[in-house]
């Protein structure tokens, strides 16, 4: 048997282009916090980290450390969740650089991955491969909730257009949305694709 996301959670990893209202359960991470410009090359240290632990896990029956209950799957996309520092906050959203952004990155993990095994994990990729930011990775489990969301085409600096339609749709529906944080999915490799032909999941959260 295998684990395929992309048709048991399809609703998550693959919405319409048009925005929608969805409730997001618990799921399991890798995450790892940071700040600054992702256009820099210190962020691809952030991203090292999560694919090193990531892979980890999938490849763990080569290694014979896989956890109970193992089932073959595909590594998850990567995740991140978008803020801004809190000195671009006290100046009200302003003229905010990219320096300025706030972010968690994650890789969601398989529910047969615990907070002991993803401990183990941790360890034993600090011990093969010593990335400089290791030490800030973590396991979490995250709950969304109800969210509005779609899915992105195109470059990633014409997001706005998308979270102003999403708005639009929550103003139309008597949702609220609870801050300015989102939530973005990956859905394309950037290095092998058009910026047009880009696919991202926006996500935020609403009341």
């Not at 632990?53 to 978008?82: C, D, I, N």
């Not at 969210?147 to 979270?163: K, N």
């Not at 944080?181 to 047009?196: F, G, L, N, Q």
Request: glycine fraction near 6%; charged fraction near 30%.
């Amino acid at each position: 048997m295998k684990l395929d996301w992309k048709k048991t959670d399809k609703a998550f990893y693959l919405p319409g282009t048009e925005p929608e209202l969805v409730t997001v359960p618990a799921f399991k991470f890798f995450a790892i916090r940071g700040a600054g410009d992702p256009n820099e090359p210190a962020f691809q240290d952030y991203m090292a980290v999560l694919y090193a632990l990531a892979y980890a896990v999938r490849m763990s029956p080569k290694s014979g450390t896989a956890p109970a209950g193992y089932l073959e799957y595909s590594v998850f996309p990567l995740e991140g969740v978008w803020d801004v520092s809190e000195e671009a906050k006290a100046r009200g959203g302003a003229g905010i650089s990219k320096s300025e952004y706030v972010f968690d990155l994650m890789i969601r993990q398989p529910d047969f991955v615990t907070p002991e095994y993803a401990l183990s994990v941790i360890d034993r990729t600090k011990a093969r491969k010593p990335l400089p930011r290791l030490g800030d990775a973590r396991f979490e489990v995250l709950e969304e909730g109800p969210c509005v969301q779609m899915t992105h085409r195109g470059p990633y600096d014409a997001e706005p257009a998308s979270f102003a339609r999403m708005e639009e749709f929550c103003a139309a529906r008597g949702l609220r949305r609870l801050s300015k944080v989102h939530r973005e999915i990956y859905m394309s490799d950037p290095r092998k694709t058009a910026p047009e032909k880009l696919r991202t999941v926006l996500r935020f959260r609403v009341k």
